[in-house]
């Protein structure tokens, strides 16, 4: 049997540990306020109109973003890496929706969650079905969402950006290996039939490496409805998810 050593602090007494515990919690408290700015921030942060519609495939069909928030008026969708190649999500991708738990306040808070992918729509509901998954799961095969998203990377299709970095900006980050294919990302919409929302304070859904996104805004092309619009804020795909998503 392989034993794994596992690295300990010191021990010290009773009032020495007292002393570093006390240190620590200013630590943390000057995190919380640092945080508290930096959500503050993100709800102020300014809008942007997208005059662009998407068609996705469901299981009832063919449907626009507008459908995919089901009568609520908050959506979170979670691009799911899955290639229209392959025939397994990504691995990763996978154990993040295996760890969402009950979504159900969710609903009472008037959001819907939905995972989008760029496979056909039959992998994807043999994948659901094989995981056992509830969670809702569109197609955005045959359209432009992953890449205006910039979830799928394909240079001859939209310049690379990923993170809010271009291609040059990767380059120096992560060496001269040019991202491509699938990544991973979380994106928020709301939507009025009268006005444009401030940016919405996401609900901590589901644990990530990264910040919910912020918010800018779509107006939806047919039908009039105001749609608040992210991009996704996300971190390498192949890193294992870890951290929760910060809340208030």
Same mark, same amino acid.
């Given at each position: 049997?392989?034993?794994?050593?596992?690295?300990?602090?010191? !021990?010290?007494?009773?009032?020495? /540990? =007292?002393?570093?515990?006390?240190?620590?919690?200013?630590?943390?408290?000057e995190?919380t306020?640092?945080?508290?700015?930096?959500?503050?921030?993100?709800?102020?942060?300014?809008? !942007?109109? =997208?005059?662009?519609?998407? @068609?996705?495939?469901?299981?009832?069909?063919?449907?626009?973003?507008?459908?995919?928030?089901?009568?609520?008026?908050?959506?979170?969708?979670?691009?799911?890496?899955?290639?229209?190649? /392959?025939?397994?999500?990504?691995?990763g991708?996978?154990?993040? !929706?295996?760890?969402?738990?009950?979504?159900s306040?969710?609903?009472?808070?008037?959001?819907?969650?939905?995972? !989008?992918?760029?496979?056909?729509?039959?992998?994807?509901?043999?994948?659901?079905?094989?995981?056992? /998954?509830?969670?809702? /799961?569109?197609?955005?095969?045959g359209?432009?969402?992953?890449?205006?998203?910039?979830? @799928? =990377?394909?240079?001859?299709?939209?310049?690379?950006?990923?993170?809010?970095?271009?291609?040059a900006?990767?380059?120096?980050?992560?060496?001269?290996n040019?991202?491509?294919?699938?990544?991973?990302?979380?994106?928020?919409?709301?939507?009025?039939?009268?006005?444009?929302?401030?940016p919405?304070?996401?609900?901590?859904?589901?644990l990530?490496?990264?910040?919910?996104?912020?918010?800018?805004?779509?107006?939806?092309? @047919?039908?009039?409805?105001?749609? =608040?619009?992210?991009?996704?804020?996300?971190?390498?795909?192949?890193?294992?998810?870890?951290?929760?998503?910060?809340?208030?």
């Open positions: 049997m392989i034993k794994n050593e596992i690295a300990h602090p010191k !021990v010290a007494g009773r009032e020495e /540990w =007292l002393t570093a515990r006390k240190t620590l919690l200013e630590h943390e408290k995190y306020e640092h945080r508290d700015r930096i959500n503050a921030e993100r709800r102020r942060l300014t809008m !942007v109109k =997208l005059e662009k519609e998407y @068609t996705f495939a469901g299981s009832n069909g063919a449907v626009k973003l507008i459908d995919l928030f089901a009568g609520r008026t908050q959506l979170i969708i979670y691009h799911f890496m899955f290639d229209p190649e /392959w025939d397994k999500g990504c691995m991708c996978t154990g993040y !929706v295996d760890a969402l738990g009950d979504l306040m969710l609903g009472d808070r008037d959001t819907t969650f939905v995972l !989008v992918s760029r496979a056909p729509l039959p992998k994807l509901e043999a994948y659901k079905t094989l995981k056992g /998954w509830t969670v809702p /799961w569109y197609s955005s095969f359209s432009d969402f992953n890449y205006d998203f910039h979830v @799928t =990377l394909d240079e001859t299709i939209a310049p690379i950006e990923y993170n809010y970095r271009d291609k900006e990767l380059e120096k980050r992560n060496g001269s040019a991202m491509q294919g699938e990544e991973h990302g979380l994106s928020v919409f709301s939507a009025s039939a009268t006005t444009f929302f401030t919405i304070r996401p609900m901590p859904v589901a990530s490496r990264s910040p919910m996104p912020t918010v800018s805004s779509i107006r939806h092309p @047919t039908d009039g409805r105001k749609i =608040l619009k992210t991009r996704p804020q996300v971190g390498r795909s192949n890193r294992p998810m870890a951290d929760s998503v910060p809340s208030e």
